[in-house]
């Protein structure tokens, strides 16, 4: 079945660094990839999205790429911010009838001030 | 708030007994899943409804869980004879189902504490 991997598990940087996350996914088939921002208590919330005919897609500060010929895709933020201290999850799906999510186990970021 | 209700957001129960938990999907969204957290992990899929037929569910959807959603509106989530095992975050997300609208939205969870 589907299964997809991130890492890393957990990442800190410095307040206006950059942070990337990165994940695999092992169906070809996969043809949606979401990324969720899960602050502590709360409910994932859909910060950006990509389809498999996108190479890469950009929303102000946040954007993610995908290499499907790797099956690989990343997001990218610039300038972190304190705010931006979540745990991020990746997941794929192969969209159609059903359209189910297979998470990642998630990155914990700490954008230290 | 347009969004995803859950209720309840928490419930702690003893081993053995039954609860339910009931998910309001967002407006007009036809699709509605339910997924299951536990800490430091994603969330893992269970149940998919379209309006209200159930159309797919999780191998980790034992016996003891089912799901509905009677009028294709709200859902309600049970699990009989609880578990220890069963402790989790049970998260509802809804999707409009358009032809390429993907996109999922979570409701806030019902965290539950099996004793």
């Known amino acids: 079945g589907e299964n997809v991997e991130q890492h890393p598990s957990t990442l800190s940087v410095q307040e206006g660094d950059s942070a990337v996350i990165k994940c695999t996914y092992s169906?070809?088939?996969?043809?949606?990839f979401p990324w969720y921002k899960q602050e502590l208590g709360k409910r994932p919330q859909l910060i950006i999205d990509i389809r498999s005919n996108v190479g890469e897609k950009k929303d102000q500060r946040i954007a993610v790429t995908l290499n499907k010929t790797a099956k690989h895709f990343s997001l990218h933020i610039t300038e972190t911010q304190p705010e931006d201290s979540a745990v991020y999850f990746c997941a794929a799906s192969m969209g159609g009838a059903t359209n189910k999510l297979i998470f990642g186990t998630g990155t914990l970021l700490a954008v230290q001030p | 708030d347009t969004g995803v209700s859950q209720d309840p957001r928490h419930k702690i129960t003893k081993r053995g007994q039954n609860v339910t938990f009931r998910c309001d999907p967002i407006s007009e969204h036809n699709r509605l899943y339910w997924y299951r957290q536990t800490l430091g992990q994603g969330p893992e899929f269970l149940t998919y409804f379209q309006n209200e037929a159930q159309l797919e569910k999780s191998r980790l959807l034992s016996d003891r869980f089912s799901a509905e959603r009677p009028k294709g509106s709200f859902s309600t989530l049970e699990i009989q004879r609880t578990e220890q095992g069963d402790s989790a975050m049970y998260l509802c997300?809804?999707?409009?189902?358009?032809?390429?609208?993907?996109?999922?939205?979570f409701g806030p969870g019902t965290r539950l504490t099996v004793t």
């Open positions: 997300a809804s999707s409009l189902g358009l032809a390429g609208a993907y996109e999922q939205y």
């Open positions: 169906d070809s088939a996969s043809n949606y």
